[in-house]
Each structure stands twice: as structure tokens, then as C-alpha cells.
């Protein structure tokens, strides 16, 4: 069976047509659709089946859970906006203040002198 | 190599399109080669190489110590190719392609000669046959011819000594060196 075989010559005179292209497409696209996804793929196509009165149940206690959270939580003096123009806004804070102990209480009138 | 394509088709079963990339470059061809000498149809040919690929991605039946991936491809499109032989045999209305080209003497001479072999190779007896062709045209050893026809090795041994005496004798006027016009006797 060597190379120099005048049957062996003769028998690779035999042409055969090469597979098309689409061929090749054709066998990648069987296969793509048969295939088993990969992990990341089924999960990113994952789909769950829930009935609408156990969906709008869950909306509900989703909000309520947000509604007694928010309540709980004191609810703080809004800082007032700066007022227009540009001016300067003075903000006093009162919590904590004591006069002192000896101070003079004096009472000024209306329109009086001091 | 082997091993190598025990992992790519292991890879590919689990929808890694990279390694069934692999796989196909490395064998589509020569299967589709081997399925086109068996049958002698392009639309067959193509048909047979693609069920064998869906086959071997949804069979989990390749063990790697049965033999080569290769051995076991070539196998699945041998039982492919002979089962639609059967179906082509019982309903007969498919036409066997022939190389029916017009061009240049040479060339017409050359088709002719394919022709011939073609002709040749498709009278063997079907085991004879593909055994030839997978030991001649797709280079495959002894062991994976066996493994794919599923006979073992003396048989093989057998088959292709036999398919090649009968294409020695049958071709025999082929492999004569041609003699120079006007040299023949009158």
C-alpha cells in the first residue's frame, strides 16, 4: 500500500465536492438551537410565573412595609429656601437655650426709650 | 489529538459553541466527504452530517476508552448514511449524482476517470466499500475503521484486501501506461 501504488493514484482521481458555506452555517445554526445554555444564559433568561392576586398582595405589602417605615422614622423641620435676591437669612436655634441666672429682666414699651 | 476532541465535544454537549467551532473545522469536512462517497448525493451527504451532529450532542454514548472521538463521528455517519441507502434502495427516486461536466478534453478525460472510480468504488460490496473509503480517502487507522464498523481488526484487514484486489482488476485497464497515438496495432 505504499504511495508509488498505480491503484492507489488511480483511486484519488475520485473528485468529491466540498460542503457549501451555507452548509456550515446551516449545521451552527442546528446547533445553536439545540444546545443547552450556559449557566449565565438561563439565568439571564429566567422567567417566573406568578398569579396577579399574589403579585398585587405583594405590591401591598411592599408599600405598607415603606408607609410604617417612613412613619417611624421623626419627622424633621424643613430647612427654609434662601430668599430671593440674594439677602442673608438668619436661622436661631432655641433648643437648649437658659437666660442666666442674674440677668435683668427689663421690658421695653413700645415706642419707648430704652 | 484524541483527547483534545474528547474535551471539545464534552465542552460543546455543555453549549460551548467555541469547542463544536472546533470539532466541525476538524471533521465536518472529511464527514461530509465520506458521507457523499457513501451515498453519492450532496443533499443526502449534508442531511447525514447533520443529524450525525445533533446525534453525537444529545447521545451521551462516546466513551473515551471505546476508541477515538473521530473513530466514533465516522461511525454514527457510516449507520447514518447506509440507513438512508436502505430508504433510497426501497423508494428510488432520488438520482444518483454523476461528474457529467463538458469542458476541455482533459478535463472531460479526467471526469471520465473519477467516473470510473467513482463507479468502481460503489459496486464493492458495502463493507469492502467503506472500509476503503475510510482507510484511503480519510486516513483513518485500522482501529478506528474497526471501531467505526464495529467488526474487528482481522475483518478490516480482510474487507479492504479484498475490496482492493477487486478494484485492481476491475480498474485494470485505467492503470495501463498510456501508449502514444499511431503505436497500437491496426
Redesign the interface.
Known sequence: MNEKDPLRALLHEWEVPEPSAAFAARIRAGYRASRRPAFWERLWSFRVSIPVPVLAAAVLLIVAGFWLVRRSVPAQNPIPAAPAGGGYMTRLEAAGFQPLPDGEIRVIRSGGKP | MAEDDSRLLTE??????RS??SL?QRH??PL??FA??LTGS?TA??DV??EC??TI??RDRYRQDCGSVRGYLFGIVRNLAFERLRIRDRESDEPVEG?TDTGPFEDLL??E??EA??RA?AALAPFQREALILF??ENLSLEEIAQATQVDLGAVKARLHRA?ET??RR?AP??EPARPIGDGHE
Open positions: 460543546a454537549r455543555r453549549g460551548n459553541e463544536f467551532d466541525y465536518g469536512t461530509f466527504r457523499w462517497r450532496t451527504a449534508e452530517v447533520q451532529w445533533a450532542l444529545h461528474t479526467a471526469a476517470r473519477s472510480v467513482a468504488v484511503e480517502y482492493r478494484l485492481r480498474l485505467l492503470m
